[in-house]
């Protein structure tokens, strides 16, 4: 039995970690890591490039070493490689506008007591409403985290070396997978089923890339538009599985399963939990999200996926860590 007491400081800083959201924030809202990344190095010259007050500028750099995003060495400061990797604008995966975007989210949470004792949202679903105007900043936002996700999945199909693939992506949001995996295959042609005000952002996004060419948008409800029969090698459902309760995955899975010709793989993307529910950390707290937001949403476990996999017609499941908090799961 251990001789020390329990002490409040890690109840303390879970009870404050707004201030981390805040913090996070504010700093990419002003660019902070970039200017950092460029070279700057003191409270000074970070609030002059920032255009922002000098005591500002060093209380974000004081809560930026508190969070490990910024290093102080030899008085100067730098981002840490997370910060250098992750939060410098321009970058592929850069995620400064979805830490922009939380900042809108925080007041949310003051739901949450009564979101737990209904069992599900107190206001409409935001995740279910096809004309809400949060999908201008959140799917832009959203799309970097599924940078370094569709690169690993590109290597384990060996999409680049394919030749002429068709590859379908049922909710693809920014259509980040489409626009990566066309510029690493140029025989590639992919099709992404939305909502029509998505797709709108997705074409631009893939136009940008140079491969808009090669992708076409269908605009309508993944729950009700026909997948087609046999006709796509790589089916995608990236970030919806946690968005719908267990009955509309196992339609939509055995929807996609009919759409995939003989030998064709199924890519999910998603927040996946261990079948005890242990872990990963990221998914089971993101579960409180859901149900802040859906109203038949979670964070399921990998035997959850297995049966549903199974009972759509998929003989072969395989799951992968990736480099994000999401797991990858192939299916055959």
């Known amino acids: 039995m251990s001789d020390e007491s329990p002490t409040p400081d890690g109840v303390m800083r879970l009870i404050n970690g707004y201030w981390a959201t805040g913090i996070v924030g504010a700093a990419a809202t002003h660019a902070l890591f970039t200017h950092l990344e460029a070279g700057a190095t003191t409270a000074d010259e970070v609030a002059k490039l920032a255009e922002i007050s000098p005591r500002g500028a060093q209380t974000l750099l004081d809560g930026l070493v508190s969070l490990g995003l910024v290093e102080l060495r030899d008085g100067g400061y730098r981002n840490s490689p997370e910060a250098s990797a992750f939060l410098v604008r321009g ?5 400064s506008a979805f830490a922009r975007l939380k900042l809108d989210h925080m007041g949310g949470m003051v739901d949450l007591p009564e979101v737990v004792r209904a069992g599900g949202p107190v206001a409409d679903p935001t995740t279910e409403v096809a004309d809400n105007p949060h999908w201008a900043e959140v799917v832009p936002a959203i799309a970097a985290q599924s940078v370094p996700v569709a690169e690993l999945a590109a290597e384990e199909l060996g999409l680049a070396k394919a030749g002429p693939v068709s590859i379908l992506d049922v909710g693809g949001g920014s259509g980040i997978y489409s626009a990566i995996w066309l510029g690493l295959n140029p025989e590639a042609r992919a099709t992404q089923l939305d909502w029509a005000p998505i797709n709108a952002l997705a074409r631009r996004l893939v136009a940008e890339r140079g491969v808009g060419d090669r992708f076409r948008c269908v605009d309508g409800d993944l729950h009700t538009t026909h997948f087609g029969t046999a006709v796509h090698d790589v089916a995608v459902y990236s ?13 939509i899975l055995t929807r996609l399963r009919r759409a995939l010709r003989p030998g064709g793989t199924l890519v999910i993307c998603d927040y996946v939990v261990e079948d005890d529910r242990s872990g990963p950390p990221f998914p089971l707290v993101f579960a409180s999200e859901m149900l802040l937001k859906s109203g038949r949403g979670g964070t399921w476990r990998r035997a959850d996926y297995r049966a549903w996999l199974a009972e759509a017609g998929f003989d072969e499941v395989t799951f992968r860590p990736t480099p994000s908090p999401a797991t990858l799961v192939l299916a055959r």
């Open 91 to 95: 970058r592929p995966a850069d995620l």
């Open 239 to 251: 970030h919806i599985a946690h968005q719908e309760g267990p009955e509309e995955n196992i339609a």
